[in-house]
C-alpha cells in the first residue's frame, strides 16, 4: 500500500518532479532524463495503471484519496498529500483535477514491433504541437487503426497536455518512434503496407475515390508546411480532401479524423 505523506512545504525536495509543470521545454527534458510522465487527473492516472505503467509518486489533494484508493492500496510509491493551493504552488498552475501522479516512463516499442499485425497505420511527420499528438492518438484509437508511427521530432505523446488530449488512448494504442525517417518509406513497403500522402499536391486524388488497400498507412505532415517533399514523392498515393472553395487545407486532427474514419470504414 502506498504510503501517504502529508506535507505542507512546497518546496519540498520529494516533490521535484512535479515543479514547473507549465514549462513545456523544461519539462520534455526532464521528464525524459528522469525516465517518467506526468498523469493528471483521476481518470488517466486509472488508466496508465490499467494499461500495466507503474507509479514512481503521487501528489494528491485529500478530496482525491477515496477516489483513488484502489490505486494507492496496488502501490507501494509515496503518496504526497497537500492541499490544492500548495499543489498549485509546486504545479505552477491550479490543478483542477486535483491528482497528478509521476509515472514511470515505459520502454518504447520498436516500430517493426507496432506494425508486425498492423492493417491500418497513421503516420505522422514532425507535429510538434502536444496538442495535436493527443489529437490525432483519440482520433486513430477511436476510428479503429491498429498503430501510430512518429518521426523523430514529433511531439511526446507521453507529454501531459498530449495524454490529457488523447484521452489515455496513448496508453492503449500501439505506437513507436522512427530513427531512421528518411527510410521509413521503404520500411513501410517492405512490412507491405500501401501508403497515403494527405498532401495539396497538384497530382493529389480526392480522398472520396480511394480505395483503401489490405494494409494501409495514412501518412501526415506537420502544422506549418505539411509533409516533406520526399514522403510526398516516396508516397504510393497522393491524396486530399475536397473542400469548398476559398479554404485549402484543415487543421491537421481534423483531417486526420476524416481520414481514418473513411480508411477504417472500408
Wanted: charged residues 25%; proline residues 5%.
Amino acid at each position: 500500500m502506498a504510503d501517504l505523506i502529508a506535507l505542507d512545504d512546497a518546496r519540498d525536495e520529494r516533490l521535484r518532479d512535479y515543479t514547473d509543470l507549465r514549462d513545456v521545454q523544461l519539462r520534455t527534458t526532464v521528464e525524459q532524463e528522469r525516465g517518467i510522465y506526468i498523469a493528471e487527473g483521476e481518470k488517466v492516472i486509472h488508466r496508465a495503471v490499467a494499461a500495466g505503467h507503474t507509479p514512481k509518486s503521487l501528489l494528491l489533494a485529500p478530496r482525491w484519496l477515496d477516489n483513488l484508493s484502489d490505486v494507492l492500496e496496488a502501490t507501494d510509491a509515496p503518496a504526497y498529500v497537500l492541499t490544492e493551493k500548495a499543489i498549485e504552488q509546486v504545479t505552477g498552475f491550479h490543478v483542477h483535477r486535483g491528482a497528478l501522479a509521476a509515472m514511470q516512463r515505459p520502454q518504447e516499442r520498436e516500430p517493426r514491433e507496432v506494425l508486425a499485425a498492423a492493417r491500418r497505420v497513421l503516420v505522422a511527420e514532425d507535429l510538434v504541437d502536444h496538442t495535436n499528438i493527443g489529437a490525432i492518438m483519440r482520433n486513430a484509437a477511436a476510428l479503429g487503426f491498429d498503430a501510430v508511427l512518429l518521426s523523430p521530432r514529433c511531439a511526446d505523446p507521453l507529454y501531459r497536455r498530449s495524454i490529457k488530449v488523447a484521452m489515455g488512448a496513448v496508453f492503449s494504442l500501439p505506437w513507436a518512434r522512427l530513427d531512421d525517417w528518411y527510410g521509413a518509406p521503404a520500411l513501410l513497403r517492405e512490412l507491405g503496407f500501401t501508403t497515403y500522402a494527405m498532401t495539396l499536391a497538384d497530382d493529389a486524388v480526392s480522398l472520396e475515390d480511394v480505395e483503401p488497400a489490405e494494409r494501409a498507412a495514412v501518412i501526415v505532415g506537420s502544422e506549418g508546411p505539411g509533409l516533406t517533399e520526399h514522403w510526398q514523392r516516396e508516397a504510393d498515393h497522393r491524396v486530399i480532401i475536397p473542400m469548398a472553395a476559398g479554404i485549402d487545407s484543415l487543421n491537421v486532427a481534423a483531417s486526420t479524423a476524416i481520414a481514418c474514419w473513411h480508411f477504417s470504414r472500408r
